[in-house]
T-cell receptor, first 109, second 113 residues
Framework: TQLLEQSPQFLSIQEGENLTVYCNSSSVFSSLQWYRQEPGEGPVLLVTVVTGGEVKKLKRLTFQFGDARKDSSLHITAAQPGDTGLYLCAGGHDYKLSFGAGTTVTVRA | SAVISQKPSRDICQRGTSLTIQCQVDSQVTMMFWYRQQPGQSLTLIATANQGSEATYESGFVIDKFPISRPNLTFSTLTVSNMSPEDSSIYLC??????????FGSGTRLTVV
């Protein structure tokens, strides 16, 4: 059973467009993390959010944690081909991570 | 942040055989985690390995199939035993880094033929 639901599953956009990936759960998490994974590599941490309502910005990436700490979103502004990859959200609870199914993002040049 | 070296990076194995995957961390860590990522899917936690005690397995994973060693605070191994094609996956180790969260190795891509 997947505790974290990610949507959409696939996203293909043109360079310069914006995109948003959603991560939702019925469970409350002590922290929520976003990763990007490229083929042949392990996931690389992008950000950790821990406070309900928290918004973090990392250059063109904006991460938001819901007030109830059950959902999160990742927004990319002016996407570039280098943003292509599998985006995974993961909820932390009792030192373990539960992962969403992932969103495959393709940015076309 | 912690740096993880995982090997082998990939292997092709015959069904019925076993493969041991190694994970080396450049700093001492209390817990190490082993994940499986089946083709086109997300990561599923197999077990948590603590030094000096038996690993704790998640539902659906058993020690006979996935024995784990944790001889010290910087090293762990995962063995995939009596392999079948259904075991073809990417296997990843991970550690919790207090400063940056969880760090992952680059994974072992296993193909069972």
């Amino acid at each position: 059973t997947q505790l974290l639901e990610q949507s959409p599953q696939f996203l293909s956009i043109q360079e310069g467009e914006n995109l948003t990936v959603y991560c939702n759960s019925s469970s409350v998490f002590s922290s929520l993390q976003w990763y990007r994974q490229e083929p042949g590599e392990g996931p690389v941490l992008l950000v950790t959010v821990v406070t309900g309502g928290e918004v973090k910005k990392l250059k063109r990436l904006t991460f938001q944690f819901g007030d109830a700490r059950k959902d999160s979103s990742l927004h990319i502004t002016a996407a570039q081909p280098g943003d292509t990859g599998l985006y995974l959200c993961a909820g932390g609870h009792d030192y373990k991570l539960s992962f969403g199914a992932g969103t495959t993002v393709t940015v076309r040049a | 942040s912690a740096v993880i070296s995982q090997k082998p990076s990939r292997d092709i194995c015959q069904r019925g055989t076993s493969l041991t995957i190694q994970c080396q961390v450049d700093s001492q860590v209390t817990m190490m985690f082993w994940y499986r990522q089946q083709p086109g899917q997300s990561l599923t936690l197999i077990a948590t390995a603590n030094q000096g005690s038996e690993a704790t397995y998640e539902s659906g994973f058993v020690i006979d199939k996935f024995p784990i060693s944790r001889p010290n605070l910087t090293f762990s191994t995962l063995t995939v035993s009596n392999m079948s094609p259904e075991d073809s996956s990417i296997y990843l180790c991970s550690v919790e880094d207090r400063t940056v969260g969880y760090t992952f190795g680059s994974g072992t891509r296993l193909t069972v033929v």
